[in-house]
């Protein structure tokens, strides 16, 4: 008897474990304990404002030009100093990325927020998916040479990557391109990366977003935008112009 209760009392920690490491919004481990404000405490708290106290506060809280922004927004029209370089970098450390993920740097929250989001991404698919690491941080050289052999509406010009900004990676998963190999990958992205701040940049083409879609590319924003961004449907180059250059 005692050792079918300690059998039972393990067994509840390791599926209540599950959970708390889960993504929100999908279905529950056996044994379902919300307790969303232990993984992700900014998340939970947006979601008991009201979306008129979120737009109000938001842009207020946010600098979308400055170069150490993590909502800097970039284009040709926005780019980088030429001289910027980030003091908070870090490498990533993940034992739920595919590939290794000291290999690749990002600033010092980014890479803490991407470590929970791909341990999350794991667990939902019971550790036998794991984002692949395809690219973050690129040198302004590294960019030149790229834009030689790309199309612009492909490849960022130097100075206005997100890649040079230390804020984004591009993701695949089991080394496999996500669009390629299996669209559910990518839809578990888009139902959840805004938890941790992250969002897909290109989306709906030139007209919107300035590049082609790109499914693979994730930016962060910070948990609050990424959230605001994903509830109203909106790309960031979309938000960034309607709601914050048409208004200077």
């Known amino acids: 008897m005692k050792k079918s209760i300690i059998l039972l009392f393990w067994w509840m920690i390791i599926f209540a474990g599950n959970n708390v490491f889960s993504f929100q919004n999908l279905a529950p481990a056996p044994i379902n304990f919300q307790m969303p404000w232990i993984y992700n405490p900014i998340s ?23 170069d150490d922004s993590f909502q800097k ?19 990533i450390n993940s034992d739920f990325t595919s590939n290794k993920s000291s290999n690749f740097m990002l600033r010092k929250k ?24 395809n690219s973050a941080r690129r040198s302004q050289k590294l960019q030149r040479q790229l834009i030689s052999n790309c199309s612009v509406w492909r490849c960022a010009k130097p100075w206005t990557s997100e890649h040079e ?8 998963v089991n ?15 888009v139902d959840n990366a805004h938890n ?19 499914p693979r590319h994730w930016r962060y924003v910070w948990v609050e935008l990424a959230t605001y961004l994903h509830d109203h449907n909106q790309t960031f180059a979309e938000y960034f112009y309607e709601n914050i250059e048409s208004k200077i």
């Open 175 to 189: 080394g496999w391109n996500i669009k390629a190999w299996d669209w559910k990958y990518y839809q578990r992205l």
């Open 196 to 214: 941790y701040g992250f969002h897909n940049s290109y989306q709906k083409w030139m007209a919107v977003d300035g590049k082609i879609v790109e």
């Open 165 to 172: 900004a230390w804020l984004a990676l591009d993701l695949w």
């Open 110 to 133: 980014v890479a803490e927020m991407f470590e929970w989001m791909a341990r999350a991404f794991s667990n939902e698919f019971w550790f036998k998916a794991k984002l692949t690491i």
């Open 44 to 66: 939970w708290f947006y979601e008991q404002r009201t979306k008129e106290e979120i737009e109000k506060e938001m842009i207020s809280k946010m600098d979308f030009y400055s």
């Open 73 to 91: 927004f970039l284009d040709d029209k926005h780019p980088l100093s030429w001289n910027y370089e980030a003091n908070d970098i870090v490498k």
